[in-house]
């Protein structure tokens, strides 16, 4: 099923936190309103039925580097 993904990654240096834009992360399903694969005829009480009508809670992630945040980078920090 498709669903949303939160990264939000952690500069050690500066200990800042940026959080990126939300991803959307496409699945291949034909069961799932969201797929590019869903067919178009697909509708009304069956794919009701049949078909995933919602997306899950985001996935989130949270990744460490051990340089400058972007922020602190344009500012001059080395």
């Not at 990264?7 to 500066?14: A, L, P």
């Not at 959307?24 to 797929?35: G, K, M, N």
């Not at 985001?58 to 920090?77: F, I, L, M, S």
Request: proline share 8%; hydrophobic share 20%.
């Amino acid at each position: 099923m498709c669903r949303r993904r939160q990264v939000r990654t952690i500069f050690k240096r500066c200990n800042h936190a940026v959080t990126a834009p939300d991803e959307e992360v496409r699945c291949d399903s034909t069961q799932c309103i969201f797929s590019p694969n869903h067919p178009a005829t697909c509708s009304g009480e069956a794919c009701k039925k049949r078909c995933w009508q919602y997306r899950p809670a985001p996935q989130q992630y949270t990744e460490e580097k051990e340089t400058y945040c972007p922020y602190c980078a344009a500012a001059g920090c080395r």
